[in-house]
């Protein structure tokens, strides 16, 4: 909550060039446990290297989120697709239909699994995006979870 207080007062500054394809290896290792727990195969397709300029603290804050979401809302033996393209991060993973309003994954302590989750990951990942100006998006479609991270607003690309 306390993150959250910060990004609405803009109090994040220095930011930093960070090369997300390099922060998002970084991420897959740290959370190797827990991919290899649940059996998760993990596909990647980086076509494209995004670099973005960004709070070091707050770019692997948006990683770390999306990628637990990723694996916590993933079915045993599932998949994790993660790609960029065109400026845009996208990670899906596979998992069973929502049951209601997906509007509300990006509210304050919303969460699916209320006995696993406070409900603060996905909010967090649409506050960091908003204070930077990058639109995050989601949609379910053949049987997956999509979250696309538009960088267009800032961004530099090799």
């Known amino acids: 909550l306390t993150l959250l207080s910060k990004l609405e007062n803009k109090q994040f500054n220095n ?6 394809t390099e922060l998002i290896t970084q991420h897959l290792n740290y959370f190797s446990d827990f ?13 494209q290297k995004i670099i973005i300029q960004m709070n070091e603290s707050l770019a692997e804050i948006l990683i770390d989120n999306l990628l637990k979401n ?20 996208t990670i899906s993973n596979s998992g069973t239909a929502p049951k209601e309003s997906t509007e509300k994954y990006f509210e304050r302590f919303h969460s ?47």
């Open 112 to 158: 699916q699994t209320p006995n696993q989750s406070l409900g603060l990951g996905l909010s967090i990942v649409k506050k960091i995006a908003e204070y930077y100006s990058y639109s995050v998006t989601y949609n379910y479609q053949k049987e997956a979870h999509q979250i696309n991270v538009d960088f267009n607003q800032k961004i530099k690309t090799t």
């Open 15 to 20: 930011p930093t060039e960070i090369n997300l």
């Open 35 to 47: 991919i290899e727990n649940k059996q998760i195969t993990i596909s990647t397709d980086f076509s």
């Open 70 to 89: 990723a694996i916590q809302h993933n079915i045993n033996s599932g998949k994790i697709v993660i790609s960029t393209n065109n400026n845009v991060l």
